[in-house]
């Protein structure tokens, strides 16, 4: 009864501000269970159900019997710009609920197999813009998007086998992804033509990717485990549809085309170490390294439609944006975190955990389309057992690191950027 109770007490909250629990979100942290999140969201040597699919599958072995889980979280993050030309902006909010769902089965004492989905918005920020322009007696006001959303549907098999002491696991992560990209542009020839001044162009992409988790832990003893992760880098190709009425008004060109674009993830490696002081008490440390300097310094589009192709090598003159090749720099990253977990009594467990995150953005390609900076990211959490069921629920904050950038390679991007946020999580297991 107490379990059911703080369900409805989370989804009644829900319901009645829903204002705080909407989301978007740049700083791509992969969410799934409410624990693993509240002890840093790293958690590398631990073991957590479903989470060690995405986290480290050698976990699977080693936590025994049947498991069903489901989890569901919300993101709500809002970036802010003070840019040196055009004032203060903040971010659009908007709503952006997550859920993932999973199983393990031993299939022997020391062979384990697991299955989960995720359906996540991996990464959203979105901006409102406004031009106001006059010529003459001519004066036109134009809202448009500037926008970028990142949708992931993830399938994850995940195998683990456990030789005494020590345990290795493989996820295979197939990914349905979808990129959506909103951008305003000018139109070059206004002035001499009566037409809009701006134009919204809208660029969808779409297509699948393979991700491999390979982890292994290792107990040294009653009290210290280790964990180790290596998750490969993805270059695969995107198929995308471009839709503007820029090119069809002025260059009597189509209003829709084709193109196909490069999509880039880098290589990963995550340590972790897991420590128990006492029975009440244990403690975790975990660290990450992402290759983010391996990743292409350009992002390409080659459009079906010549017209496009030539046109679109342009740069704009509000945003600084050409749409067919946009320069990106981007630099190595390291996650530290920490995590600490009481065992108040049998049924009833706290924790907490922090974690520092860099952000890949090198100045020169910060913009209002990656506006991550550099984050502090402190969590708190609980655990509720009542028989085979158990609940469990995470809150995290996390607050940028502030930027000023003064030589992005688009100048109107120039400025002072930053950020802040909730992850609030609530996950379900069931053992049987």
Known sequence: MRIIKIVLLFTTLHLIYPGSLIAGGTNRTPVFGARAMSLNGLYFAGVDGISNIFLNPAGLSLQGGNLFEFSYHFRSEQNQFDGDVRGLYNSLREEDGNYGIGFSLPLSDDLTVGIAYKDVFNYKVDWPYVLIIQSGQISNATATDLSKKEFRK?????????????????????????VETSVPRENYNWIDSISLPLYQVDLDEDGWIWEFNFGIMYKLNQSLRLGAVVTNAVDEELTGSANSRLYQTVD???????????YQSPWKVGLGIEYEISPELKLNFDFRYSLFSGIDSEVKRDFDDPVWQDKSAIADTLTGFPIRSVKQANESTIDIGLGVEYVVSPTFTLSAGYRYSQSPNADQSIN??????????????????????????SLVYFTGIKKKINSSDFAVHNGVYNTSGIIPTLTLKYGF
């Not at 995940?158 to 990914?175: C, K």
């Not at 009597?252 to 490069?262: H, L, N, P, V």
């Open 252 to 262: 009597s060109a189509a209003q829709k085309t084709e193109f196909i674009t490069q």
């Open 154 to 178: 993830i399938i994850s098999p995940a195998i683990s086998y456990r030789i005494g002491d020590f345990a290795a696991g493989l996820t295979i992560n197939i990914v349905n992804l979808k």
């Open 368 to 393: 209002l389309l990656e506006p991550g900076v550099d984050q502090h990211m402190i969590s708190a959490g609980f655990s509720v057992i009542d028989g085979n069921i158990a609940l469990e629920g």
